[in-house]
């Protein structure tokens, strides 16, 4: 009989005990669930508030102490963040969200070297779902190290991880266009937009890419993308018509130079001698160096419905272009005189 009273003591007492961690599990999962509201809300005030509270009755729980870091981090107290960070790892050694977290702090709080281990430390672990965010930090410690090689190489990572990571691939594609790789960012923004990313962010830096390599018609209509889209911004518009400005007078000066240069000829002389014609322009190439080498100058390569002629000299009457002529055949170079624009 005593044996049955103490087993129904025990059973009592370990029903109390799990109604009791119930309710103490629901009363921080409660209180959590309000800070972050309050934190995607920005209002850190309130979050800092509640996942304290949450703190106080789960002091074990990773998850508060992870949120209750990225909150102290928004409002710049770092030291408290990584405080929050540490209690995290302390209750959960081995969490990578926790150690990227860690990592961005010390980004943020230029201590690059810790910020390089723990970003690391988070990345080694093949369980975690948020690697492009690791790796997207990780190159942003590069640049600020001055290690483009490095900055490049973990952007593409990000992109490679999560190629729907917006953030990563605007940098990406900003690099791209730093380095002059015109080439590699045209390709980058055009994938965007395959992808139903067609804001006017990257419409706009599309039409960068096209200014710089002098596509002007298709920069203006890139650009005219971004001034009809409701989407856009007054900056963004402001930006857009700098551009659009920008290409016309680029255009403007393609333009005169263009009639400067028919002029210069016309004033130069319009009889030249043609000494070959090729069906690449690598070809007429290699024959102008050649030329050179033997002492020729004023070599042209004029291109006309796919064949590159090499043009020597711009003479004022074709009886001068005659006697250059025959100056050539003692040096055995052959040609003949044709007119010249």
Not at 86 to 103: C, H, I, V, W
Not at 157 to 174: I, M
Request: aromatic share 12%; proline share 2%.
């Amino acid at each position: 009989m005593k044996k049955l009273l103490l087993l129904v003591w025990v059973g009592l007492l370990l029903s109390c005990s799990a109604k009791q961690e119930k309710a103490k599990e629901e009363e921080w999962r409660y209180l959590y669930d309000l800070g972050m509201s309050a934190y995607y809300a920005k209002n850190y005030s309130e979050a800092i508030a509640r996942l304290y509270r949450a703190a106080k009755v789960a002091p074990n729980e990773p998850m508060i102490w992870n949120a209750l870091g990225i909150t102290y981090m928004e409002v710049e107290e770092y030291k408290k963040a990584e405080e929050a960070f540490k209690r995290a790892l302390k209750a959960s050694p081995n969490n990578p969200e926790s150690k990227m977290n860690l990592g961005i702090l010390y980004l943020r709080m230029k201590d690059y070297r810790r910020a390089i281990k723990f970003l690391k430390e988070a990345l080694s672990d093949e369980t975690f779902d948020k690697k492009h965010i690791a790796f997207y930090n990780l190159a942003k410690v590069y640049k600020e190290l001055g290690d483009k090689k490095k900055y490049l190489e973990y952007l593409k990572k990000a992109t490679a991880y999560n190629p729907l990571f917006l953030e990563a691939q605007l940098e990406l594609g900003s690099a791209y266009m730093d380095e002059k790789r015109y080439e590699e960012a045209e390709k980058l923004y055009k994938s965007l937009i395959a992808n139903n990313f067609k804001t006017p962010d990257i419409y706009l830096s599309l039409a960068k890419v096209y200014y710089e390599t002098g596509e002007y018609d298709k920069a203006k209509e890139t650009v005219k993308f971004v001034l009809e889209n409701r989407q856009a911004n007054n900056l963004q518009r402001t930006q857009a018509y700098e551009l659009l400005s920008k290409i016309l007078v680029e255009e403007q000066r393609m333009t005169l130079r263009k009639r400067f240069a028919r002029i210069k000829r016309k004033q130069e002389g319009r009889f030249g001698i043609q000494i070959a014609a090729f069906s690449t322009r690598q070809r007429a190439e290699t024959l102008v160096e050649n030329l050179k080498s033997k002492g020729l100058r004023k070599l042209e390569i004029i291109e006309s419905s796919g064949i590159y002629k090499v043009i020597y000299g711009r003479f004022s009457s074709r009886e001068v272009a005659q006697r250059e002529l025959e100056r050539l055949k003692k040096l055995q170079i052959y040609g003949f005189i044709v007119e010249v624009e």
